[in-house]
Nanobody, 116 residues
Framework: QVHLVESGGGWAQPGGSLTLSCVASGFNFSRYSMNWFRQATGKEREFVASIASSEYTFGDNTRYGDSVKGRFTISRDNAKNTVFLQMNSRKPENTAKYYC?????WGQGTQVTVSS
């Protein structure tokens, strides 16, 4: 059974960095692409970033949504079955619940609130 557990959210001031983590279990982690999505109150769920499996060797293995490109970085540690999302230059519009995703499986999400 696929299990995804996010952590690292909370309240943060604008600017600076915050790193979210997602620990995965129940499948061969290194063989799958992993994604981050987010959903702000009253809005639809939005794609944030994805990282390809370790089998992908054709260049840049990451993709980003337009709203976070250049400020967020997705990475993975296959030895720890963990995918990360580093959020740099935080803005109030980054306030949302952030979800880890693999295919049709979702974590419970971790809330990030950016305000001064």
């Amino acid at each position: 059974q696929v299990h995804l557990v996010e952590s690292g959210g909370g309240w943060a001031q604008p600017g600076g960095s915050l790193t979210l983590s997602c620990v995965a279990s129940g499948f061969n982690f290194s063989r799958y692409s992993m994604n981050w999505f987010r959903q702000a109150t009253g809005k639809e769920r939005e794609f944030v970033a994805s990282i390809a499996s370790s089998e992908y060797t054709f260049g840049d293995n990451t993709r980003y949504g337009d709203s976070v490109k250049g400020r967020f970085t997705i990475s993975r540690d296959n030895a720890k079955n963990t995918v990360f999302l580093q959020m740099n230059s935080r803005k109030p519009e980054n306030t949302a619940k952030y979800y880890c995703n693999r295919k049709v499986s979702w974590g419970q999400g971790t809330q990030v609130t950016v305000s001064s």
